[in-house]
């Protein structure tokens, strides 16, 4: 997804957007917490410490500066293992969730040779899902994409009947990282228990957010990061369960054996500090902050919903992350809404690839055309947003909109009911 240029907003283009500055807004706005997050300044100072007086590495077991490295690991994998439900042994420290998705896929993929090669996930996971999937593929894997119905779920049944003899894990993620719609988590880890599959999901978006628990959800292999939740970047983790059943999962990363073998490379301590501190208050305060997430994310929906024409949302409302909205508005060309409130940090529906910009492939496999595809905008909201922000962002949309849409002769067209998929278009 791309994210607009946090540039101070003189050039608006050709559009005089004349909405004024509110008190309480600063520009430019964060709105894009899909991406990543501010790091919560109670996270920063937790880890202060650790980069100066405790420096130590957490695997010297001959002095003080280990212990105290050592002493604030083992509390870190605490305060995670209690926000999922896990046991601090189950955690394994690794560098993001890109590196936890590939461990756990790659890492089954290796161990459970013997058992099978089959794999099954679904068409909206992350890149770093995709793309691991496709590596394993290459060495020998069968790996099933299960389709996503129009709200962006998979349908269980699907599920049920891609699973054979050979099927060694299923990957599903917890919650969408573009249009924040929550798969079925529960009934998929159910099945795949019955099944004797291991579970394996990418809960990057999910974690700190709604509630995680992995024996309730019998969830097998989880990945999460610290910076998708108010925490640092370049540090994440694996959970691995140990007992009923107990996973194994080959390292990819070899030297030293740290973290019971999966993962070796001396701990990033003031970053795993820094994970621990971001879960513990995501434990305390997530029921709060969902609450207040979902009313301001409702308060935008309503806005935009009820000024606006020919606007829809992408993905289930019925089972959402708090703070997500992916709304399409049909007649607008993304690229030019993201200019006209360029002081605003959003992402639109087009992923700018090399040379061209294409559709999200996450949109289309809801089915939406390339144009309302690329007329989609996520909104995503987070700790740090407040009411006044979300009023300015949802005028300043509104504005630019419907300027845009003066200029559009396909939007007048819509708008007094010409069908535009019936139109006969005259060749020059
Ligand atoms: C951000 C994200 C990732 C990648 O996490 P990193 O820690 O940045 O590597 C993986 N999956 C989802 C769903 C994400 O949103």
Same mark, same amino acid.
């Given at each position: 997804?791309?994210?607009?240029?946090?540039?101070?907003?003189? &050039?608006?283009?050709?559009? +005089?957007?004349?909405? #004024?500055?509110?008190?309480?807004?600063? /520009?430019?706005?964060?709105?894009?917490?899909?991406?990543?997050?501010?790091?919560?300044? @109670?996270?920063?100072?937790?880890?202060?410490p650790y980069f100066t007086d405790k420096f130590g590495n957490a695997? #010297? %077991?001959?002095?003080?500066?280990?212990? =105290?490295?050592?002493?604030?690991?083992?509390?870190?994998?605490?305060?995670?293992? %209690? /926000?999922?439900?896990?046991?601090?042994?189950? $955690?394994?420290?690794?560098?993001?969730?890109?590196? #936890?998705? *590939? /461990?756990? $896929?790659?890492?089954?993929?290796?161990?459970?040779?013997? @058992?099978?090669?089959?794999?099954?996930?679904?068409?909206?996971?992350?890149?770093?899902?995709?793309?691991? !999937?496709? %590596?394993?593929?290459?060495?020998? !894997? @069968?790996?099933?994409?299960?389709?996503?119905? &129009? +709200?962006?779920?998979?349908?269980?049944?699907?599920?049920? %009947? &891609?699973? +054979?003899?050979?099927? $060694?894990?299923?990957?599903?993620?917890?919650? *969408? *990282? =573009? $249009?924040?719609?929550?798969?079925?988590?529960?009934?998929?880890?159910?099945? !795949?228990?019955? @099944?004797?599959?291991?579970?394996?999901?990418?809960?990057?978006?999910a974690v700190g957010k709604v509630p995680v628990d992995v024996n309730a959800m019998n969830i097998d292999v989880l990945s999460l990061t610290a910076h998708k939740l108010y925490g640092p970047k370049g540090v994440g983790a694996l959970y691995v369960r140990r007992r009923n059943p107990r996973v194994q999962i080959a390292p990819q990363i070899d030297g030293g054996g740290h973290e019971r073998g999966m993962r070796s490379g001396t701990l990033n301590v003031p970053g795993i500090v820094g994970l621990g501190k971001a879960c513990e208050i995501a434990r305390e305060e997530m029921h709060e902050e969902a609450k207040r997430l979902t009313a301001l994310r409702d308060r935008l929906k309503e806005k935009l919903e009820s000024n606006l024409d020919f606007v829809h949302i992408n993905g289930s409302m019925e089972h959402h992350l708090p703070g997500n909205l992916n709304m399409s508005f049909v007649h607008v060309e993304g690229e030019s809404l993201l200019m006209g409130i360029n002081d605003v940090a959003v992402s639109s529906g087009s992923a700018c690839t090399s040379a061209t910009l294409e559709p999200s492939y996450v949109l289309k496999a809801l089915g939406l055309g390339d144009d309302v595809a690329h007329s989609s905008i996520r909104f995503g909201l987070g700790r740090f947003n407040t009411q006044a922000e979300v009023d300015y962002v949802a005028d300043k949309v509104i504005d630019v909109v419907r300027k845009l849409r003066e200029l559009s002769p396909l939007y007048e067209m819509a708008k007094e009911g010409i069908d535009l998929t019936k139109v006969q278009w005259q060749a020059h």
């Amino acid at each position: 997804m791309s994210t607009t240029q946090n540039q101070p907003s003189t &050039a608006q283009g050709e559009f +005089d957007v004349s909405v #004024s500055l509110p008190p309480g807004i600063k /520009l430019p706005l964060y709105m894009d917490n899909h991406a990543t997050t501010p790091m919560d300044p @109670r996270v920063l100072e937790a880890m202060l410490p650790y980069f100066t007086d405790k420096f130590g590495n957490a695997a #010297s %077991r001959n002095h003080s500066f280990g212990w =105290e490295a050592e002493q604030a690991v083992d509390t870190a994998r605490e305060q995670i293992a %209690r /926000l999922i439900g896990a046991t601090a042994k189950e $955690i394994i420290f690794t560098s993001g969730a890109t590196e #936890s998705n *590939n /461990l756990a $896929i790659k890492g089954i993929a290796e161990m459970y040779r013997e @058992r099978g090669n089959h794999i099954i996930t679904q068409v909206t996971e992350h890149k770093a899902v995709l793309d691991t !999937c496709k %590596r394993v593929e290459k060495q020998g !894997c @069968r790996v099933t994409y299960l389709p996503v119905k &129009a +709200d962006g779920l998979i349908d269980i049944e699907d599920l049920k %009947r &891609a699973i +054979d003899d050979k099927t $060694i894990l299923v990957t599903i993620m917890f919650a *969408n *990282n =573009e $249009i924040g719609v929550l798969q079925p988590i529960a009934e998929i880890g159910k099945l !795949c228990h019955e @099944r004797g599959v291991l579970f394996h999901t990418d809960a990057v978006q999910a974690v700190g957010k709604v509630p995680v628990d992995v024996n309730a959800m019998n969830i097998d292999v989880l990945s999460l990061t610290a910076h998708k939740l108010y925490g640092p970047k370049g540090v994440g983790a694996l959970y691995v369960r140990r007992r009923n059943p107990r996973v194994q999962i080959a390292p990819q990363i070899d030297g030293g054996g740290h973290e019971r073998g999966m993962r070796s490379g001396t701990l990033n301590v003031p970053g795993i500090v820094g994970l621990g501190k971001a879960c513990e208050i995501a434990r305390e305060e997530m029921h709060e902050e969902a609450k207040r997430l979902t009313a301001l994310r409702d308060r935008l929906k309503e806005k935009l919903e009820s000024n606006l024409d020919f606007v829809h949302i992408n993905g289930s409302m019925e089972h959402h992350l708090p703070g997500n909205l992916n709304m399409s508005f049909v007649h607008v060309e993304g690229e030019s809404l993201l200019m006209g409130i360029n002081d605003v940090a959003v992402s639109s529906g087009s992923a700018c690839t090399s040379a061209t910009l294409e559709p999200s492939y996450v949109l289309k496999a809801l089915g939406l055309g390339d144009d309302v595809a690329h007329s989609s905008i996520r909104f995503g909201l987070g700790r740090f947003n407040t009411q006044a922000e979300v009023d300015y962002v949802a005028d300043k949309v509104i504005d630019v909109v419907r300027k845009l849409r003066e200029l559009s002769p396909l939007y007048e067209m819509a708008k007094e009911g010409i069908d535009l998929t019936k139109v006969q278009w005259q060749a020059h």
